[in-house]
């Protein structure tokens, strides 16, 4: 019976550890692989989708090569600044 309470509890501290009700105050999370990666992928994500964008507004307004490389910046600098924001939890 009290073996059975015991597992009970440590289950239930445990599904609580991710959770935000059961995190301790002062307490970092740790570093999930699959998190970082996905910021990684939204970063290429960012800078493909506004460099297709430019090229795109480039090819229709005849202002070849300066709306893509304005997109890959503002990719860059948006996909930067989401990955900035899912690591700086973990600092």
């Known amino acids: 019976m009290a073996g059975?309470?015991?597992?009970?509890?440590?289950?239930?501290?445990?599904?609580?550890r991710g959770s935000r009700l059961g995190r301790k105050r002062g307490v970092q999370p740790e570093p999930n692989?699959?998190?970082?990666?996905?910021?990684?992928?939204?970063?290429?994500?960012?800078v493909g989708a506004m460099c297709l964008l430019g090229w795109w507004?480039?090819?229709w307004l005849g202002t070849r090569p300066?709306?893509?490389?304005?997109?890959?910046?503002?990719g860059f600098i948006g996909g930067l600044y989401n990955l900035?924001?899912?690591?700086?939890?973990?600092l």
């Open 4 to 16: 059975e309470d015991e597992d009970r509890d440590r289950r239930t501290e445990q599904s609580m």
């Open 33 to 46: 692989l699959w998190v970082l990666s996905g910021g990684g992928l939204e970063l290429a994500a960012g």
């Open 57 to 59: 507004l480039d090819d």
């Open 66 to 74: 300066w709306l893509l490389v304005t997109g890959a910046c503002l």
């Open 84 to 90: 900035w924001k899912q690591v700086r939890r973990y």
